[in-house]
């Protein structure tokens, strides 16, 4: 889940790296949303599944993920080492989207590259330096983490206080 709020997070960003398992674990959490969407859609409204008409749930989804999925994808390439201009590949039919599926696959570059720093920073066997696995969502806004939260400052506090 991490990767998908990754992608949500990093909506407008093109800069940058992501790593083959954001891209897949995004595209994963993505494809069972709109499944989900499209039953909620036959209940909701009796449209059956399996028919070529989507209903209003499908098609929030599919809006609300399209940006997130371009940028994962453009991030990607960058990861691989290739510029992000190389997504419109995909536009030619059949070949520009088996280019584009072989290019996801391809391992990460490890070193560092014209498009930032390798995203697990540094090699692999190099120990992580903080307790919370490697993300790239900002330490503010990871839950279950006390980040950059002052411990002293709470201290003395009932719980509603502490929330104001």
């Not at 940028?71 to 201009?85: A, F, K, Y």
């Not at 590259?113 to 995203?119: F, S």
Request: aromatic letters at 12%; charged letters at 15%.
């Amino acid at each position: 889940m991490r990767s998908y709020f990754d992608g949500l997070l990093r909506y407008f960003e093109f800069s940058g790296r992501s790593t083959r398992m954001q891209y897949w674990m995004f595209s994963l959490a993505t494809l069972i949303i709109a499944i989900g969407a499209a039953f909620g859609d036959s209940y909701l409204s009796g449209i059956p599944v399996t028919s070529a008409q989507t209903g209003p749930l499908t098609i929030f989804v599919a809006l609300f993920h399209a940006i997130p999925a371009i940028t994962l994808t453009v991030r990607r390439l960058h990861d691989i080492g290739r510029s992000g201009w190389w997504y419109w590949i995909g536009l030619i039919p059949l070949v520009g989207a088996i280019i584009l599926l072989v290019w996801m696959c391809w391992p990460s570059e490890e070193h560092a590259n014209d498009h930032g720093e390798r995203p697990h920073g540094g090699s692999r066997s190099a120990p992580q330096r903080e307790s919370v696995p490697y993300s790239t969502i900002p330490r503010q806004v990871r839950m279950g983490t006390n980040g950059t939260r002052p411990q002293k400052a709470y201290e003395g506090l009932s719980a509603p206080q502490r929330f104001i």
